[in-house]
């Protein structure tokens, strides 16, 4: 399987990032909230009644002080949210690609369905970065935000995007294993498709290099390198 050497380490750098991304990081576990995800206000107002407690204070302070950490807290957020978009719809071509490929259709109806629950997270995912971001941004103007309850609920959303990514890599092996199975079978659809996801993910895969990950540690959110 030569020609899919670049699609295997892909794969493997992805399954590999997420795994450990998923399993190094600690975000706090909160209750329920039945806020409309769709509304920064709404969610900030959630919040408003919230005791503000000394940690965020201090990462609050640290934060208007240092403004070069704040940044890049905005563009480790900022990345996320792009990237979850262009994820999310390279995958919606690669679906059109496979749909109506003859004997793929038991793989593809799995990953369709499989994409179709997760798809639902991205949106929310990316409203929650965004709120996380116009908190980051007004720090000077509102001292009444809990800081880290916003950073680790926008990691938590981040870990959201991570899992589609991580779904999308599966995708492109089961897609280049069935073109293994049937060289007698040679369909243009199916590479493209598998090409579309490898593309994304490479691009996405070199991006994440030195990206800042948001960690709660010794009761402070710390940046630290990946």
Not at 69 to 80: D, N, S, V
Not at 178 to 206: F, G, M, R, W
Request: overall charge neutral; glycine content about 6%.
């Amino acid at each position: 399987m030569k020609k899919y050497s670049l699609l295997q380490v892909i794969i493997v750098g992805v399954t590999a990032l997420a795994c450990g991304f998923l399993s190094g990081i600690f975000i706090r576990s909160f209750s329920p909230n039945t806020v409309n995800l769709s509304g920064t206000i709404g969610k900030s107002d959630s919040f408003r009644n919230i005791k503000i407690t000394e940690d965020d204070q201090a990462l609050r302070n640290e934060l208007v002080t240092d403004t070069s950490k704040t940044g890049q807290y905005q563009r480790h957020l900022l990345f996320y949210y792009k990237q979850s978009q262009v994820t999310y719809g390279e995958v919606a071509k690669a679906l059109l690609k496979a749909e109506k490929v003859p004997g793929f259709e038991k793989t593809f109806n799995s990953y369709s369905l499989s994409f179709r629950s997760r798809g639902v997270e991205i949106e929310p995912a990316r409203a929650e970065i965004m709120r996380t971001m116009n908190v980051l941004m007004s720090l000077k103007s509102n001292g009444n935000m809990p800081v880290i309850d916003f950073l680790n609920e926008a990691q938590n959303a981040i870990v959201q995007i991570r899992i589609y990514e991580n779904l999308a890599a599966n995708f492109a092996r089961d897609i280049a294993a069935y073109i293994d199975d049937h060289p007698d079978k040679p369909d243009e659809s199916l590479k493209q498709a598998s090409e579309i996801i490898v593309n994304c993910l490479s691009t996405a895969d070199l991006n994440y290099q030195g990206r800042p990950v948001l960690n709660y540690k010794g009761q402070k959110i710390l940046l630290n390198d990946w």
